[in-house]
């Protein structure tokens, strides 16, 4: 499973340049040594610091948001340069669909005679964001559009993608993944958001490498029972190379950018539980937390070499009894089921 860091826990929309440069540092110096490769950058990269953020956003040629000159005045790139040098690799979140603004432009879609007013289905909405229309992959030039999209990334020097409002959207993973394919791309692809994947679906899920099957987990235990409700719903599908993610682990400082700033609210069995239970589950483990800013204990936690062997075993555990409030689980080595890792909740 993939290790890593992403940014909205703790910096949520607002992560700026230098602010990047700093956490890049810390993690390839405290982190990489025990895995943790992936920097992501979560939502808030295309947005501007004026109040009205999303209105008027400015838009390359064919739809895809120009990164924010508030917020990284040298572009990405220069960023995704900067990780690789120190040994990390890098990723940014994404928005399912092509932006309102691109279909009132009606702007062409590369390599094609086509318009973005052509793929843009206006009837597929995002239920919390209004910025972006689906696509509509049966009409000619929708697959071109997303290739144009990740081809674009990808000469940024972009090896994650976290993509929002997928899930309930086959055809649209389906694009993605063949965009990537196609493309000859070697990138990690993360699919959100986390409560409301079908059953009949995992055929398309599986196109990409990791599945949110929770919804958001934040510092509070009913985030840990929903983290086990949903290992409950996917055990057994796991690996390799595709993860049930149980999003992202609210370590250390969570919301440093604003007036909600707080140490994460869980005790330190609660931490125990929530960080073993995703060793044993083989999510993929994205810190949420503030590196630059990260407890001792909770860097034990992350770093602590039992719990990593665990989850880089990448066999998702079963549960073997359940009686009363009692769970147990067993995890088997991938190449020795007679060996592996017990947990007793």
């Known amino acids: ?21 700093a956490l890049i ?9 025990f895995g943790y490769e992936y920097f992501v950058m979560d939502a808030g990269w ?5 109040p009205e953020k999303h209105q008027g956003l400015a838009l390359e040629s064919f739809g895809l948001y120009v990164v924010s000159q508030d917020y990284f005045p040298n572009g990405i790139k220069v960023l995704a340069d900067y990780a690789h040098k120190k040994g990390l690799k890098f990723g940014v979140w994404l928005m399912r669909g092509i932006p309102r603004e691109a279909a009132k432009q009606n702007l062409p879609i590369p390599g094609t ?29 929708a697959q071109a559009y997303y290739s144009a999209i990740i081809d674009t990334l990808a000469s940024w020097g972009i ?47 599986k ?35 595709f993860w049930p993610d149980l999003d992202m682990i609210p370590f250390g400082r969570l919301d440093v950018v604003n007036q909600q700033a ?3 609210k869980f005790n330190q069995n609660q931490m125990k539980t929530f960080i073993t239970q995703r060793a044993m589950a ?35 555990g079963v549960n073997v009894y359940r009686a009363g409030n009692i769970d147990v689980w067993l995890t088997p080595h991938k190449a020795d089921p007679g060996v592996g890792w017990i947990g007793i909740f």
Not at 1 to 21: H, T, V
Not at 169 to 182: D, G, L
Not at 214 to 239: C, H, M, Y
């Open 207 to 241: 196109r990409a490498n990791m599945l949110r099957i929770t919804r958001d987990i934040w510092d509070n235990p009913l985030s840990i029972e929903k983290g086990f409700f949903a290992w409950d719903q996917f055990e057994g599908v796991s690996g390799p190379g």
């Open 262 to 264: 707080r140490q994460s």
């Open 282 to 316: 083989a999510s993929p483990l994205l810190i949420g937390g503030d590196l630059l800013t990260m407890d001792d204990f909770s860097y034990s936690l992350l770093t602590n070499s039992e719990m990593l062997a665990c989850n880089q075993n990448g066999v998702m």
């Open 25 to 33: 540092d810390v993690m390839a110096e405290r982190f990489l040594p």
């Open 1 to 21: 499973p993939p290790l890593g860091f992403n940014s909205y826990d703790s910096y949520r929309s607002n992560l700026i340049e230098e602010k990047a440069y």
């Open 46 to 50: 295309y947005e501007s610091m004026r």
């Open 113 to 141: 005679s086509y318009f973005a007013r052509n793929i843009a289905d206006t009837n597929s909405i995002c239920v919390w964001s209004q910025s972006n229309y689906g696509v509509d992959m049966s009409k000619p030039g």
């Open 159 to 205: 090896d994650f993608i976290k993509v929002d409002d997928m899930v309930p959207n086959p055809q649209e993973i389906i694009a993605i993944a063949k965009a990537i394919e196609q493309g000859g791309h070697t990138m990690i692809y993360s699919l959100s958001p986390g409560d409301v994947h079908h059953p009949t679906h995992l055929p398309y899920y």
